[in-house]
């Protein structure tokens, strides 16, 4: 077998409205070779992998996919299953997957659910190479492919802090957004609404504070000064200096690094010069800047604490005790340690919600200290202490006590956090009882950090788990209601998805909003550009849900996007589905026009069932019957018939429909009609000799009202949209040079070119002449049939090439140019290859009175030549 495709879907999609791995799967000679042709390989399968047993499959019940392997089914749809319970057999709880047959024999399309997408990746080969050895009768050792999985997976997978938030937020339908690879940078909610924090430091932690937490002498000096209990101490840079501080403070000491955190270089209880020196050294080792500063302070003696307060509010408080081991009377330490680290919850830094015990030179110490060493028999019951620092990232343990704090110790820790000036920080604190005033017994402030870890509290090793995840998203989402998101609209369609496009962000720019807009050619944020390009895709959707200014975000969603990534968001606001025509087929297994119009109702599936709203061509069979089926939330049509009997009962039922009635564009509802402009005042509409722009005005004004947009604002963003290079650029803009009408289109296929035919014949008045093209990627009677369109429109034809796609040199164009004369309409063709060529010849051919129309690439290019003319006036239009 042969994998030919590979890649996830990130969004709603072709295949499922959830994110899903796709393969593409070329399964080769075993096509004639379905499971019930291999002996055993049902019980081969159960016996290497048990739990795939649960797997129901079409049966229904338990076992029903074993059920299907016995009775004959294909490695493709084994693959599937298998890549499911792969991920389910390393922490993932997965269970839908499809597996279709493609146009060609032996190659499969695989979708199956994924939680990370690299293990779904990963899942994905692996299955391959199982389920081809279970064929081949070969020996498979799970064992290795499980850790390797587990090994992709914990490279990808987010820390136990930063997972806690991003669970706890999707809890409440927040979206999270990692925001660069590799690291936990993360933003919550969307545009203007969003949130961001890195592990626990939010967008909210001031700098100051957290400058304060990484100076400890400074943190020292803060709290002193405020009443707050802390250690004794000096800031040391020799070991001179260590040894002089010693003596002042009075032995036992401590010495850490004086910027540092995560209890690194931190060394407890040193009672002599050696130990000191020791000290001294791992903390210096652990100098996070060039000062070489170490802190010598008073041992406080007493439990170590970490009080957490988030907020402004303690939510969690507990007691830490350093890595130790309990005798059990027959163990070495050694072998109480490898038993501790056997502990699954233990794991390589920050993976697990506990870390694994290392021995060093700090345990040496501590064993000696104890007259103890690695070979040391412990009698039953007796503790070795293995770290003199109480941290869970050197392998601590902890036990919640949030429940046992007394008021005024609160009261401190929150005032402690006011202080230092952190949303978030985490207070090392030494007391004997958290149930007694820190001045009624030995206590100290140690230390606070900045982004202290949540392991602790999350999972003690005893006592309540602590929900600080929550208690991070409910600081920066204080409304229970908010979920973060901003609107979004998603606009889909063969053809008028970018017209629509900048129409609606247009509307939505005049009603007040700050808007950012993807489309074919730009990414725009609140009308400035960003990005150039083709952005019809996923990558708009990042670029402008993670703009912080965006109220409003106005998407354009082409095919492409769609089967290469899927959307770029999980749920849109408002769809719109302008029309469902021929093109693309052939593309990515897509060839009926029932297939095409599955992958344009994406967008309508993926709208939000509470609250959401469907805006539908109501005067195109193919959107009336796959867009009304897969559409969720309200539904709004648009139509150029007012009596179209189609909607009859939705209006009926008091549903919305815009369509045009004695000249002007109108909303319905029930019985009520309200105006909302002339259609003749709509610059887009050209005097009604566009009526594709109408219906793109009234998917445009359906939008905006879904948002609530008031009619004197949409009237006002109708009015003020016009045909220019500066709105519109390369869509029916319109002007006239030296005499000579121009209409400069992006035109590529035939659906487009007979909408434009009523704009063409209403404006050309003598010869029309046009310059065209299309991508390479059609099928051949595609190209041949869109040259046959033009013919039927124009009297001269120049056929261009400039997008191969695959094809040989020349191919594309020939097909054109053979279409246009088999037409035999007497247009005069000629292919030119240059698109510079092609449009020099046309302008020079032009004469006054002559009409242009120009299906070009070069939109910039294209303008700049014809530069000097100025824009007719509706009148001027109407009178042509």
């Not at 006592?463 to 929550?470: A, F, H, I, K, T």
């Not at 069932?609 to 109501?618: E, I, S, Y």
């Not at 109408?694 to 905006?704: D, G, I, T």
């Amino acid at each position: 077998m042969h994998i030919l495709e590979h890649r996830a879907l990130r969004g709603p999609n072709y295949y499922s409205r959830y994110q899903a791995i796709f393969m593409r799967l070329d399964i080769a000679e075993l096509e004639d070779r379905p499971s019930d042709k291999v002996p055993g390989i049902a019980d081969a399968l159960n016996g290497l992998i048990p739990t795939i047993y649960d797997h129901r499959c079409s049966v229904g019940t338990a076992g029903g996919f074993l059920q299907r392997v016995s009775s004959g089914t294909w490695a493709g749809h084994m693959v599937e299953h298998v890549a499911l319970e792969l991920q389910n057999m390393i922490g993932f709880s997965v269970g839908y997957g499809k597996t279709v047959d493609s146009y060609e024999k032996g190659i499969y399309n695989i979708v199956f659910r994924y939680r990370d997408e690299a293990s779904g990746l990963a899942a994905g080969e692996a299955a391959v190479d199982i389920v081809q050895k279970l064929y081949d009768g070969a020996e498979v050792d799970l064992a290795p492919i499980i850790a390797h999985l587990k090994k992709v997976r914990d490279a990808n997978a987010l820390g136990p802090s930063t997972g806690s938030i991003v669970n706890a937020a999707r809890e409440r339908n927040i979206p999270a957004y990692n925001l660069t690879s590799g690291t936990s940078y993360t933003q919550l909610g969307q545009g203007i609404r969003q949130r961001r924090f890195q592990a626990t430091v939010t967008d909210a932690s001031g700098i100051i504070g957290h400058s304060i937490a990484d100076d400890k002498e400074w943190t020292k000096q803060i709290l002193d000064e405020s009443g707050v209990p802390v250690p004794r101490g000096q800031v040391c840079y020799s070991f001179e200096e260590a040894q002089q501080a010693a003596a002042w403070i009075g032995w036992p000491v401590v010495t850490k690094p004086l910027s540092g955190n995560h209890g690194r270089g931190v060394t407890t209880d040193i009672a002599n010069a050696d130990d000191l020196q020791a000290g001294f050294d791992a903390a210096l080792a652990r100098v996070r800047d060039d000062s070489g500063a170490v802190i010598v302070e008073s041992y406080i003696k007493g439990e170590d604490h970490r009080m957490l307060v988030i907020g402004g509010k303690l939510v969690a408080a507990a007691r830490r005790r350093p890595a130790h081991v309990t005798g059990d009377g027959s163990q070495t330490i050694q072998q109480l340690i490898d038993v501790e680290n056997s502990d699954p919850r233990r794991g390589v830094g920050h993976e697990n919600l506990l870390t694994q015990i290392h021995v060093d030179v700090q345990t040496e110490r501590m064993l000696d200290q104890a007259g103890h060493t690695l070979d040391t028999v412990l009698p039953k019951g007796e503790i070795a202490y293995l770290k003199s620092t109480a941290n869970i990232s050197t392998g601590g343990t902890a036990t919640d006590l949030t429940d046992e704090v007394h008021p005024e110790v609160k009261f401190a820790m929150e005032r402690i956090g006011r202080l230092v000036g952190l949303d978030i920080i985490g207070i090392d604190l030494l007391a004997e009882n958290l149930s007694v005033p820190l001045d009624q017994q030995s206590a100290g402030v140690v230390e606070v950090n900045a982004g202290p870890g949540f392991r602790m509290h999350m999972a003690p090793t005893h006592g309540s788990p602590r929900p600080v995840g929550e208690n991070v998203v409910e600081m920066l989402f204080p409304d229970p209601t908010d979920n973060g998101r901003i609107p979004i609209t998603a606009i889909t369609g063969t053809n008028g998805k970018t017209t629509t496009t900048r129409l609606t962000t247009h509307i939505l720019r005049q009603a007040g909003h700050s808007v950012g807009m993807g489309c074919t050619g730009t990414v725009e944020i609140d009308n400035n550009v960003i990005l150039r390009g083709d952005y019809s895709g996923p990558a708009a959707a990042q670029a402008v849900l993670r703009e912080p200014t965006v109220e409003h975000a106005v998407l354009e969603v082409a095919r492409g996007g769609i089967m290469r990534r899927g959307l770029g968001f999980d749920e849109c606001d408002v769809g719109v589905l302008l029309n469902i025509a021929s093109d693309h087929l052939g593309e990515r297994d897509i060839h009926t026009l029932d297939e095409l119009a599955r992958c344009k109702t994406v967008v309508v599936d993926a709208v939000k069932k509470d609250g959401g709203f469907c805006v539908l061509n109501a005067d195109d069979p193919l959107v009336m019957e796959h867009g009304t089926y897969w559409a969720r939330g309200e539904i709004i049509y648009f139509t150029m018939n007012p009596d179209n009997p189609a909607l009859a009962g939705h209006l009926a039922d008091l549903g919305m429909v815009l369509t045009v009635r004695q000249g002007k564009i109108v909303l319905r509802r029930g019985k009520v009609t309200v105006e909302i402009v002339e259609v003749n005042d709509v610059p887009i509409a050209f005097e009604g000799h566009a009526p594709f722009n109408v219906q793109n005005a009234m998917a445009a004004a359906a939008a905006a009202i879904a948002h609530g947009v008031e009619i004197d604002d949409i009237r006002a963003g109708l009015l003020t949209f016009h045909p220019t290079p500066a709105q519109m650029p390369g869509r029916t803009n319109y002007f006239e040079a030296d005499g000579v009408k121009c209409l400069i289109d992006y035109g590529h296929n035939v659906p487009a070119l007979i909408a434009l035919q009523p704009l063409v014949s209403g404006l050309a008045t003598q010869r029309k002449i046009a310059v065209a093209t299309a991508p390479g990627n059609r099928r051949d009677e595609d190209l041949a049939a869109l040259g046959a369109q033009l013919a039927r429109m124009c009297d001269l034809v120049h056929v261009y090439e400039t997008d191969a796609r695959g094809r040989e040199p020349g191919e594309t164009a020939k097909l054109i140019h053979d279409g246009a004369v088999s037409a035999g309409t007497g247009a005069q063709v000629e292919m030119i290859m240059s698109e510079q060529e092609a449009v020099a010849k046309a302008i020079g051919l032009a004469k006054p009175g002559d009409f242009l129309l120009l299906l070009v690439d070069d939109i910039e290019g294209t303008t700049e030549r014809l530069k000097g003319r100025t824009y007719s006036s509706q009148a001027e239009i109407a009178q042509a």
